[in-house]
């Protein structure tokens, strides 16, 4: 057992995953074509993709944009696409996510909260009202 607060890597994949839970901020298009935004948690990502838990699937190959906050405060975006959904487990459906774009965003500033409210964007430091497409057209 992992008594450590430190992130778990398992390094057996070409890229290693870490295995701690995070929040993220997921923008994308559901199967009835409706956009929707959420806050998921990924039980796992690394630099070329995550797991996710949504309440609903997605279809193969819909396009996600994702930000989340790392432990170190920098601010993580992605475009992907899903690769790969798994049965539901606990009203909720895993989704995998193979990443095409990603920025490290230095965000020493900036709260959570404030991404809600601007939307989930990537916010320039120290501001607080942001426009999202500044970061999804940026990716």
Same mark, same amino acid.
């Given at each position: 057992? /992992?008594?450590?607060?430190? #992130? ?5 994949? +070409?890229? !290693?995953?870490?295995? =701690?839970?995070?929040?993220?901020? $997921? *923008?994308? =298009? /559901? ?6 935004? &959420? =806050? %998921?948690? +990924?039980? /796992? =990502?690394? #630099?070329?993709? @995550? ?10 190959h819909s396009q996600v944009f994702i930000f989340t ?8 975006? +992605? ?13 909720? $459906?895993? $989704? %995998? ?7 490290? @965003? +230095? &965000? ?9 409210? !601007?939307?989930?964007? /990537? !916010?320039? #430091? *120290?501001e607080v009202s942001c426009n999202y497409e500044l !970061?999804?057209?940026?990716?």
């Amino acid at each position: 057992m /992992n008594t450590s607060h430190q #992130p778990t890597l398992h390094c057996r994949r +070409a890229e !290693c995953r870490s295995h =701690i839970t995070y929040q993220v901020f $997921v *923008r994308s =298009i /559901n199967n009835r074509g409706q956009r929707f935004k &959420l =806050i %998921a948690l +990924a039980d /796992n =990502i690394s #630099p070329g993709g @995550l797991l996710m838990r949504l309440p609903q699937p997605l279809d193969l190959h819909s396009q996600v944009f994702i930000f989340t906050r790392l432990k170190t405060s920098a601010g993580f975006a +992605a475009l992907g696409q899903v690769v790969r959904t798994e049965m539901p487990l606990y009203k909720s $459906v895993g $989704v %995998a996510v193979r990443f095409s774009h990603t920025r490290l @965003l +230095a &965000l020493p500033d900036l709260q959570i909260s404030n991404l809600q409210h !601007c939307g989930f964007i /990537n !916010c320039p #430091p *120290r501001e607080v009202s942001c426009n999202y497409e500044l !970061c999804y057209k940026t990716l």
